[in-house]
């Protein structure tokens, strides 16, 4: 199956608030996460990684939190707009050495009311 | 700087024809990956191409099959197509053996239907 899933299917947020979406891992080995966007009709984009010796890295209204102890992953998105629907993607990178082939999870649906 | 571009970027196949996605990675990019997205799921990984070999392979049969080229742009094949290969297929480009890991960038894909 698959080692990377999402709790919430999908979130529903008012404008303005913050929104956090989690995602679990299994995989123990794994030291590379990455969070993507992926816009109706677009492929995926990628928003904010962290390494597995970080347990937190902040960039431009997004934080992505690292909890290695009970392998957890979240995505806070502060003020949130509605061009932040979407769907969000955790990855965790399963190769590593240089080859660089990411794991998807299902995914959770963002949809941000005005 | 372009992007990563796919195309055809929608396919309209019956079962048990071949087809052939294209895709032109992001300029200064020299690894090419193909993914599999079917409706509501996340991207699986097919396979990875470097300096014009397959370098790494998913779970997908040998039905599906790919090319890289010298000026890294890929190629994937897919023969005696299934309903079940309707999907989105996305190609992503990153720099194998930078410093650190490189993030894949995507294209829009190309949405395969199979009829």
């Known amino acids: 199956g698959e080692s990377v899933g999402l709790h919430l299917p999908t979130l529903s947020v008012q404008e303005g608030d913050n929104s956090i979406i989690n995602c679990a891992y299994s995989n123990s080995a794994s030291d590379y996460f990455i969070w993507y966007k992926q816009e109706s009709g677009k492929g995926p984009q990628f928003i904010i990684d962290?390494?597995?010796?970080?347990d937190k890295r902040q960039g431009q209204r997004v934080t992505v939190l690292l909890n290695k102890t009970v392998k957890h992953l979240s995505l806070q998105i502060a003020a949130t707009q509605p061009g932040d629907s979407a769907v969000y993607f955790c990855?965790?990178?399963?190769?590593?050495?240089?080859?660089?082939?990411?794991?998807f999870g299902r995914g959770t649906s963002l949809i941000v009311h005005p | 700087d372009a992007g990563v571009t796919q195309s055809p970027t929608h396919l309209i196949k019956t079962r048990g024809q071949q087809v052939t996605l294209r895709c032109s990675p992001k300029s200064g990019h020299d690894t090419v990956s193909w993914y599999q997205q079917a409706l509501g799921q996340g991207p699986q990984f097919i396979f990875q191409y470097y300096e014009e070999e397959e370098r790494q392979r998913g779970n997908f049969p040998d039905r599906f099959s790919g090319h890289q080229f010298p000026n890294y742009s890929s190629e994937l094949n897919v023969n005696a197509l299934l309903l079940g290969d309707s999907a989105l297929y996305l190609c992503?480009?990153?720099?194998?053996?930078?410093?650190?890991?490189?993030?894949?960038?995507f294209g829009n894909g190309t949405r395969l239907t199979v009829t």
């Open positions: 990855a965790e990178n399963i190769s590593p050495g240089g080859s660089y082939i990411p794991t």
């Open positions: 962290i390494r597995s010796n970080m």
């Open positions: 992503a480009s990153s720099l194998m053996g930078s410093s650190y890991n490189s993030p894949l960038h």
